[in-house]
């Protein structure tokens, strides 16, 4: 794990649930009360479902591919600096 990572704060974790409970609500109320038919609102609400799902799958991706890059990065700077000390050793 990286040690350099600080930790999100309680409040903040608190305000990120909070906010993205209230957007679904929202949104949720709205297409509720649309002046549509059931069929209708069903598939608004079914392509939100969605939407959130494919927003989570696309964060969790895009910081998975970004910690791999980091730890790619750290095997080629050991390997970097491991090559760095064989080279200068001297010959026997």
């Known amino acids: ?13 608190s305000f990120t649930y909070a906010s993205f409970f209230a957007a679904a609500a929202t949104v949720g109320a709205g297409v509720l009360f649309l002046p549509l038919d059931w069929w209708a609102k069903g598939y608004l609400a079914m392509g939100c479902v969605m939407l959130v799902q494919s927003c ?13 890059s980091k730890l790619v990065n750290r095997i080629e700077d050991a390997r970097t600096e491991r090559l760095l000390m064989d080279a200068g050793k001297p010959a026997l």
Do not use: F, L, Y
Request: glycine share 4%.
């Open 1 to 13: 794990m990286n040690q350099n990572a600080q930790p999100h704060s309680g409040a903040w974790v």
């Open 56 to 68: 989570i799958t696309m964060t969790k991706t895009v910081r998975d591919m970004h910690e791999a």
